[in-house]
């Protein structure tokens, strides 16, 4: 009999999954939101997993992190004010404070408890916590946009679980609409938006609303994430009073120590699959 222990996330509704060779758990816990797992994998390094479903591994986080956040802040003319709903695992933090441009960095995280494991188990993506430029605040981050003023922020990044629960919301043209009041006249939204196999209907739902929202142009970037359903993920971009070929290629060119991302991938990565392209280019 093998004694061998394996992480697996079912997709039923797909009749796939995903395993994991796991060598050791390293921490459990229940906060007042979610389960919150730490698992060390054989090929994967360290896993963190919110109620039984993968947030990031040690291998692959990068893809995501890169993908959420510098397209937007190359898109954007000048992103001084920057706002991250989720996201409690600081990866995309650090990202954002990788540019000098960037003033302020607001990362609105509903539960505290995701952030104080991932500085103890995920260090590397944590490394920017003490940046003075940014600022924490453990709250509801639909209600945090919902109440900010008018002009507040230059980028949001929506850096969340899947519509589901409380995120759900994060996903609706009422939040969408009120992201566009908090943008500046010149404004990025940008928001995970899932796997284009498994949720092609999603990616336009969200498209169609960012649009219904008074954005100007929509775009959604696609990039490989092993660890998520169907190995292929999404970011949906959404621009406020900035033209859609708007782009800072030198400063691109110039942000180093990066392992997907490049000047190179800004327009390549909204280059939609033939099965979508049809579909979303009729909204």
């Given at each position: ?49 919110l ?10 986080n ?18 001084r004010r ?13 990202e954002?404070l ?13 539960d ?21 430029r ?7 981050g ?6 900010a ?40 939204l ?26 100007d ?14 190995g ?7 621009r ?31 280059v ?12």
């Amino acid at each position: 009999m093998s004694t061998e222990l394996w992480y697996t996330e079912r997709y039923d509704e797909h009749g796939a999954a995903l395993s994991l060779r796991v060598t050791g758990v390293l921490h459990r816990e229940n906060s007042p939101y979610q389960r919150i797992e730490i698992l060390e994998t054989e090929h994967f390094g360290t896993l963190m997993t919110l109620d039984g479903l993968v947030m990031l591994t040690d291998r692959d986080n990068f893809l995501y992190h890169e993908m959420m956040t510098h397209p937007a802040l190359f898109a954007h003319p000048a992103p001084r004010r920057v706002l991250i709903i989720g996201g409690g695992d600081c990866g995309t933090l650090r990202e954002v404070l990788r540019h000098p441009e960037v003033e302020s960095a607001v990362q609105v995280e509903l539960d505290e408890r995701v952030t104080r494991v991932a500085e103890r188990f995920f260090p590397e993506l944590c490394s920017r916590n003490d940046d003075p430029r940014a600022h924490f605040h453990f709250t509801d981050g639909i209600a945090w946009v919902q109440e900010a003023s008018a002009g507040s922020y230059d980028l949001i990044i929506v850096d969340s679980t899947d519509p589901v629960g409380p995120a759900a919301g994060l996903f609706s043209e009422d939040f969408y609409r009120a992201c566009w009041r908090a943008l500046g006249s010149q404004g990025i939204l940008i928001a995970q938006s899932e796997s284009p196999l498994f949720h092609a209907e999603l990616i336009g739902q969200c498209q169609a609303r960012m649009k219904a929202a008074a954005f100007d142009s929509v775009d959604t970037l696609f990039f490989p994430q092993f660890a998520y359903p169907s190995g292929w993920w999404s970011a949906t971009l959404a621009r406020k009073g900035i033209a859609r070929d708007h782009f800072r290629a030198q400063d691109a060119e110039h942000l180093e120590d990066l392992q997907y991302y490049h000047a190179g991938m800004q327009q390549a990565a909204m280059v939609p699959p033939a099965f979508l392209r049809k579909s979303l280019s009729s909204l």
